[in-house]
């Protein structure tokens, strides 16, 4: 009785399922190469930049220390958001700063979401009053030293979420992170802007 021949072919033919999923990555592969190409045109082309948070102008309205140690301060701040996109609208939203002076949390400043339109900005008003506020000893002497030498300086630290869509691309999300110091002159109340406070890298 004559044996059967054994066909190597049957051994080494392909599942169809392993077919078709190889036909998927390759679809996959193809669409991700084609996508990183289409966003690598358009940010050549639009060139985005990334909207930003900074301090314009300042005002140290009061600042006074009593005998007791007692600090009373009120300081007006004025924070823009820009967006210098010329084909971008950008949104901002959780922002949450934070000014305080000697360690002591002054106030919050915050806002409720807004929007930027393309090559625009908004200028947000803050006035901020601290209540009576008793300080250390080491505290008292800085605020002390502080007037004397006619220099104040705060410290506002926060971030804000800002969006912004690119064209057709998407929207793109950055976290701006405020960390500066603002320094006052008392004696005649004006704002130092030596050192830009900006989110802005530089």
Known sequence: MASKEHDPWQEQRTHPIIWCAAIICAIIAVAAIVAG??????YVIIHPRVPFISVVDAS????QVDLAGV???QVSIDIKAENDNAKAHASFHNMDLVLSFVGLDIAQ???DPFDVSKNDSKTFHYVVQSFPISLAPEQTQIASSSLTRN????NL??????RWRVGPLGSV???CHL???LQFHPLNQTYTNANRCTSRGR
């Open 37 to 42: 190409i289409a966003v690598f045109i358009g």
């Open 60 to 63: 140290l309205d009061i600042f």
């Open 71 to 73: 600090l009373v301060s």
């Open 109 to 111: 400043l915050r806002a």
């Open 151 to 154: 220099q104040v300086t705060f």
């Open 157 to 162: 630290k926060g971030t804000a979420r800002a």
């Open 173 to 175: 999300k950055f976290w």
């Open 179 to 181: 960390d500066c110091h």
